[in-house]
């Protein structure tokens, strides 16, 4: 049936080759009909009808197989029996996998077809198709897992020590007790008491701190040494102190350094005598250890003795004690400080008249005394130029004309005290005085009348507030008989009326007190021209014999003027009755206390006469020799009598003094007055000051009476060193001004503009010699005009400043030869002097500084070059300069010290950026002991203060460089 089948499909072969082109059409050599593959040229026998003829196939008579290349019996083209038909060991392939069965060892699993390690499972499967003892390696680490402790975690394998924690993770693989070291310090964190802390691993005390770390690690109460000294930080009581361990009195020094370790109140002592120095008062002196001494004191304002306007003073010292000063009072008033008072000051009020001020002081050990004092005077408003008074005997007080000031000043009679009563600020300005002359007491009406030279008035002044009403004057009522040099006053009540003398008119005019209204009383022809006036001036009423006694200063005589008829009698003169105590300037008089005795004031005699109204005989009742030179009078003018003390009241205008004057024995005693300590040597005009620390004194010039006064500094007490007639009259001084110790050759240098000369003068003698002028050394470099001059020790020579010159000039002081430093041409024109006015030495900066008062300007000089610098001008802001006088240097304070005349001010100029500061003047601090006219500076740096001389005041006044606050020094 095989057969068959094939031959009908070679037929069938047969037939569809034949309808296709016939037999044999392959080019077999066989003809289609005979041919079972016609197609096939190589073929023509399909013996069984497989479809490959028997020359291809191996297996020409398996109708299933075609081919066996191997010779394997199988056909390779069988699915079944022919998978490796190219190899001949094998045959199937059961499971497809490419591997014959007879070498696949997994011949049913496609997926493997090798088991390497006879291990039963595949290699494809086999983590570890080499070793039969291992298949899986579950973490894919590379072991497997019958070797891997740890198989489902590919970080880990073993576990050497069996403690769960794989080698890899344990940092202690063979160690079951430990896995961890997390500070990486080679012990386990369940062995390290700091497992995180790699310089750390025991704390053998347990107190938290490892042993490495711990200065005392079998200690639990100690970790630190801080200083190494053996001895914990909690037990020592200077952990950082290794000389230092124990404090055992708690008073923060250690035993070691402790002298008293057992007591908290001390640890040194210094001087080894066993008392600790907090208790020694002398610790560095074993010899003691107390302190029984009280504080040290001393006042550097005001000075020792001193007058002041105010009723109270600012009292300025220092103080040192071995101990702790604990107080200093200066007599009742507490003093403040700032500095445990090394410095202090207290404000103490004055009483009037003389005030001592007595400074006591206490220390911590309650040592207490008085340790300083000083001397100072009040009597209130200053007198400046008094010129009249009169009694005003219902207030208990003497009112004073003071021509100086434009005032009417009330002086009481018991204490001296002056207040001003009226003035152009009393109570206000209305009808302000102008040039008060004279004054009288209309009690009656309780009012003063004066009489206002440069008004031409007759001024009412109430006597309680002060209030000025003109009574009559060029307009009130009208111009008729005028007033042209009114002088005296005095009260005609029972006519109603004031009568007035006139110097200009030489009359006395009777001057109505309702109206104003004026009438010639008595004049050159009324009633007619007999004993004519030449020079009227003071008067005083005679009621009892019914007339005025007139002082004639022209006819030096007392005319007596009848009330009714103005008929004129000499009633003493010098002629009447005689030329004895003749009057050379009578200036006022007073009826004396018994009937027929007046009282006449002399300003030329300096004395107060007594004149018998009956005879005209005239007796010296007091002068500089009657009874004695006491409190003498320098120019007296004003006179009245106090009946009720029987004494006389005398102004002297020289002196600005109230002097009483006892009218039995001439004894003068000062009332009120402005001089201080005395009236001895008095200053008329004081200019130039030098310091004479060597005999602890200030030298004064005075261009007035031509003089050298040494004032004391101590009290401020004035001797003359040189004048016309100290030592002699040779080289006699004339207008001194400026002038400057040359403590070397024992002599004062004075310039002065009389003689164009520079005077040297012996400071014990006050012998003068001409050290250089017009033609000594020779004519070279001429003064002009000196004003002021300056020692240049260093370079041996003075430095003269030429006022008339505009020149700085270098004298030597051996030969007195000139030379110029710096004038208008040298070394050219810049900054020339226009008219310099001092000169002091600033030898630090190697030049000279000058004021100059028409530059108003501080000028720098180089000394080797002459160039002149603005240091400060009324650019300045703010500026004080307008008549500035002379300038001292401070250079402690690197400033210098000006004096401004006219405007009565000190200023401070700072020498690097030329800023002005004031420090004292008529409103600063205050306006008690104004300046009038100050002239010449001295510094007194010990005390920090400058003294200032005033020619106006005739004084020498202190300054306080604190405060500015000011005080009369000599006067």
């Given amino acids: 049936m095989y057969f068959f089948s094939k031959a009908s499909s070679l037929v069938v072969l047969f037939l569809l080759l034949t309808a296709c082109g016939g037999a044999g059409n392959e080019g077999d050599g066989s003809t289609n009909s005979n041919d079972t593959l016609p197609n096939e040229a190589t073929e023509v026998l399909d013996s069984d009808d497989d479809g490959s003829g028997d020359n291809s196939g191996t297996l020409p008579n398996d109708a299933s197989e075609t081919i066996d290349p191997d010779n394997d019996g199988a056909d390779d083209s069988s699915e079944n029996s022919g998978a490796f038909p190219n190899d001949s060991s094998e ?167 402790d002298a008293f370790p057992n007591d908290a109140s001390e640890t040194l002592d210094s001087d080894n005598d066993g008392v600790g120095d907090n208790s020694d008062v002398f610790p560095n002196d074993s010899s003691k250890t107390t302190d029984d001494t009280p504080p040290s004191v001393s006042v550097l304002f005001p000075p020792a003795v001193s007058l002041t306007e105010g009723a109270s003073v600012i009292v300025r010292g220092t103080a040192t004690d071995d101990s702790v000063i604990t107080s200093v009072r200066v007599n009742d008033m507490d003093a403040t400080s700032t500095d445990n008072f090394a410095t202090w000051q207290a404000t103490v009020n004055l009483e009037i008249g003389t005030n001592i001020l007595t400074v006591t002081s206490e220390d911590v050990e309650l040592n207490s005394a008085a340790v300083a004092s000083v001397q100072i005077t009040t009597y209130g408003t200053a007198l400046d130029y008094p010129q009249s008074l009169v009694l005003d005997n219902t207030h208990n007080r003497a009112l004073v004309i003071d021509s100086g000031v434009d005032a009417l000043v009330a002086v009481d009679l018991d204490s001296g005290a002056r207040t001003i009563l009226s003035d152009d600020n009393t109570p206000d300005g209305l009808n302000g005085f102008m040039g008060p002359q004279y004054v009288e007491l209309d009690e009656e009406n309780n009012r003063a009348l004066v009489i206002d030279y440069n008004l031409d008035a007759l001024v009412a002044v109430d006597l309680d507030s002060g209030e000025r009403i003109i009574i009559s004057d060029d307009n009130t009522p009208d111009a008729t008989n005028g007033f042209i040099q009114s002088r005296g006053v005095v009260l005609d009540s029972d006519n109603n009326r004031a009568l007035v003398t006139d110097s200009y008119l030489d009359a006395v005019i009777a001057v109505n007190l309702t109206s104003g209204a004026r ?237 164009d000369a520079v005077v040297a003068v012996d400071l ?105 610098t603005i240091i400060s001008d009324n650019s300045a802001e703010p500026s004080y300069f307008y008549d500035i006088e002379d300038m001292v240097l401070d250079s402690a304070n690197n400033r210098a010290l000006v004096i401004d005349g006219i405007g009565g001010r000190l200023i401070a100029i700072d020498l690097d950026s030329g800023a002005q500061t004031l420090i004292s003047d008529n409103t600063t601090p205050d306006a008690l002991n104004n300046f009038k006219f100050p002239t010449s500076l001295l510094l007194d740096s010990d005390n920090n203060r400058v003294l200032v001389s005033d020619s106006d005041l005739d004084a020498i006044v202190a300054v306080d460089l604190t405060s500015g606050q000011r005080v009369i020094f000599s006067r």
């Fill in 764 to 868: 014990d003698s006050g012998a003068r010699t001409i050290f250089a002028d017009t033609s000594v050394p020779d004519a070279n470099n001429s003064f002009s005009s000196l004003i002021d001059v300056e020692l240049d020790s260093a370079n041996n020579r003075a430095l003269v400043l030429g006022n008339g010159q505009g020149a700085l000039v270098a004298v030597d002081l051996d030969s007195g030869v000139r030379t110029i430093i710096s004038d208008s041409s040298t070394p050219d024109d810049v900054n020339a002097f226009d008219d310099p006015d001092s000169v002091v030495l600033d030898s630090a900066n190697n030049r000279a500084l000058v004021v100059d008062k028409d530059l108003e300007a501080l000028v720098a000089i180089d000394l080797d070059s002459g160039t002149r």
């Fill in 519 to 755: 009438t010639i009383l008595s004049g050159d022809s009324t009633p007619d021209d007999a004993n004519a006036f030449i020079a009227p001036n003071g008067l005083v009423l005679d009621s009892a014999n019914n007339r005025t006694l007139v002082i004639d200063h022209g006819l030096d005589a007392i005319v007596a003027v009848d009330l009714d008829s103005g008929e004129r009698t000499i009633v003493s003169g010098n002629g009447t009755p005689d030329g004895a105590n003749g009057f050379e300037f009578p200036l006022d008089i007073a009826m004396g206390t018994v009937n027929d005795v007046a009282l006449v004031s002399d300003s030329s005699l300096n004395a107060i006469i007594e004149v018998d109204l009956t005879s005209g005989a005239r007796t010296i009742l007091s002068d500089e020799n009657t009874p004695d030179g006491g409190n003498m009078f320098v120019t007296s003018a004003g006179v009245v009598v106090d009946t009720d003390h029987d004494r006389g009241l005398v102004i002297d205008t020289a002196l600005q003094t109230l002097f009483a004057v006892n009218l039995e024995s001439g004894v003068r005693t000062v009332l009120s007055g402005s001089s201080t300590p005395n009236t001895l040597n008095r200053f008329e005009r004081p200019k130039g000051m030098a310091l004479d620390s060597a005999n602890n004194r200030m030298l004064v010039s005075d261009d007035f009476i031509d003089a050298i006064v040494a004032v004391s500094l101590d009290n401020g007490e004035r001797t003359i060193l040189s004048d016309a007639n100290t030592p002699d009259v040779l080289n006699e001084l004339d207008d001194p001004t400026g002038m400057v110790i040359d403590s070397a050759n024992n002599r004062l240098l004075v310039v002065d503009v009389g003689l």
């Fill in 91 to 257: 045959t199937l392939d059961s499971d497809n996998d490419g591997v014959g069965d007879n070498s696949d060892a997994f011949p049913n699993d496609g997926s493997e077809t090798l088991d390497t390690d006879n291990d039963g499972v595949g290699d494809n499967s086999d983590a570890f198709p080499n070793d039969g003892s291992e298949t899986l390696d579950s973490d894919n680490d590379g072991v497997g897992n019958n070797s891997d402790a740890f198989p489902n975690d590919a970080s880990e394998t073993l576990d050497s020590d069996n403690d769960g924690v794989g080698d890899n993770s344990d940092a202690f693989p063979n160690d079951a007790s430990e896995t961890l070291d997390s500070d990486n310090d080679g012990v386990g964190d369940n062995s390290d008491a700091f497992p995180n802390d790699g310089s750390e691993t025991l704390d053998s005390d347990n107190d938290g701190v490892g042993d490495n770390s711990d200065a005392f690690p079998n200690d639990g109460s100690e970790t630190l040494d801080s200083d190494n000294d053996g001895v914990g930080d909690n037990s020592d009581a200077f952990p950082n102190d290794g000389s230092e361990t124990l404090d055992s009195d708690n008073d923060g020094v250690g035993d070691n350094s």
